[in-house]
Nanobody
Framework: VQLQASGGGLVQPGGSLRLSCAAS????????RSWYRQAPGKERELIAT????????WYADSVQGRFTISTDNAKNTWYLEMNSLRSEDTGVYYC??????WGQGTLVTVSS
């Protein structure tokens, strides 16, 4: 399985972005579908996960209520809808299903 993240960019504080993670290969092997973020000078952190099959989700406190993770099995893709973006949301966002599957990062910059 290969993962391809996209959708990053420059957005003003309070704005929105939607990130996508497209998977090639056997998508159904990817059970836990996650987004990680690495802010400048900080370690990579898990921010959201969705479990395929039952749709359970988990969010880090820092994004709870502002970000929504979803998945579309028909498109072999999962998403991260990000609203009310803050400067501290700036970073490189990675889609992943650790330990075996990681995408390349997509840069999100929140700045006026």
């Amino acid at each position: 399985v290969q993962l391809q993240a996209s959708g990053g960019g420059l957005v003003q504080p309070g704005g929105s972005l939607r990130l996508s993670c497209a998977a090639s290969g056997n998508f159904f092997r990817v059970i836990a579908r996650s987004w990680y973020r690495q802010a400048p000078g900080k370690e990579r952190e898990l921010i959201a996960t969705i479990i395929s099959g039952d749709g359970r989700t988990w969010y880090a406190d820092s994004v709870q209520g502002r970000f929504t993770i979803s998945t579309d099995n028909a498109k072999n893709t999962w998403y991260l809808e990000m609203n009310s973006l803050r400067s501290e949301d700036t970073g490189v966002y990675y889609c992943a299903s650790p330990p075996n599957f990681w995408g390349q990062g997509t840069l999100v910059t929140v700045s006026s």
